[in-house]
């Protein structure tokens, strides 16, 4: 009876323990993610650095650091310690709209940005570097990993958009190429997927018309919808995890600049 007993007590300590176990581990994946670093303790935060909740951070004079939470960026600036509270009480609706799976429109005008988010102005009339309206985009100036829910359109995107631009794409490995045109004060079209059909693991090219060996190649990652994530934090880890590096880097400048704008 004795050993009944013990047998008992030793498997509903177990049983606690694991539950903890799951409990701190699910806690640990809610991270802050570095984007930026300059100062004295730029080596202890380089660029995609995950940071889990309830960490502090600890940063001397002149150290500046911008990382990424659940509700968009956050920028620390030494001397001083800050906690990584990942229950941000500001607005985390951007994230959310960046991370929205989109259908059309066909183009999107440079400073224009659909679905609530605030549109950029630049001095004397110029249009600011625009915001996507969507982070499924792949940089047709930029090549690497591409990551993409399936079901949702792929844009093709520039920052520089004052001048028209034609550019030709096409699978990597060969085979029939479209015709591109970017007019000028566009910032993204969407991709002919009429012409040029989206697959997982395949890679693609874009190549400057007049310079054909002038161009990059990205490899596309598709995402299973259900697992997007709508907050910032998260959604950066899951960019970066898959190699989207460049869509990370859109992810915590647009988030910045909305941010900036919200503020300012």
């Known amino acids: 009876m004795g050993r009944l007993k013990t047998g008992r007590l030793k498997s509903a300590i177990a049983a606690t323990v694991l539950a903890l176990g799951l409990s701190v581990s699910g806690m640990a994946m809610a991270q802050v993610v ?7 303790s730029a080596v202890s935060y380089p660029p995609g650095k995950r940071l889990p909740a309830g960490a502090t951070v600890t940063l001397r004079a002149g150290d500046v650091v911008t990382v990424l939470d659940r509700a968009g960026t956050r920028v620390l600036r030494g001397a001083g310690s800050f906690a990584m509270n990942t229950l941000a009480s500001r607005d985390a609706g951007s994230a959310a709209l960046l991370a929205r799976s989109l259908s059309n429109p066909v183009s999107v005008r440079a400073g224009a940005v659909r679905g609530g988010l605030p549109a950029q102005g630049g001095e004397g009339g110029q249009a600011a570097e625009p915001i996507p309206v969507s982070i499924w985009l792949a940089d047709i100036d930029q090549g690497g990993r591409v990551c ?63 310079d054909p060996n002038k161009g990059v190649d990205f490899e596309v990652v598709m995402l299973d919808p259900e697992a997007v994530p709508a907050d910032a934090a998260s959604l950066g880890t899951l960019l970066l995890d898959n190699g989207c590096k460049a869509q990370f880097d859109w992810l915590a400048a647009s988030l910045e600049q909305l941010d900036g704008a919200a503020q300012g």
């Open 34 to 40: 570095v984007v930026r670093s300059t100062g004295p």
């Open 148 to 210: 993409l829910p399936r079901g949702s359109d792929l844009y093709l995107w520039r920052k520089a958009s004052e001048a028209r631009r034609f550019v030709w794409l096409g699978e990597s490995a060969g085979g029939g190429t479209v015709r591109v045109a970017l007019p000028s004060r566009t910032a993204g079209v969407a991709w002919p997927r009429a012409q040029v059909e989206l697959f997982d693991g395949h890679s693609y090219r874009v190549a400057e018309e007049g």
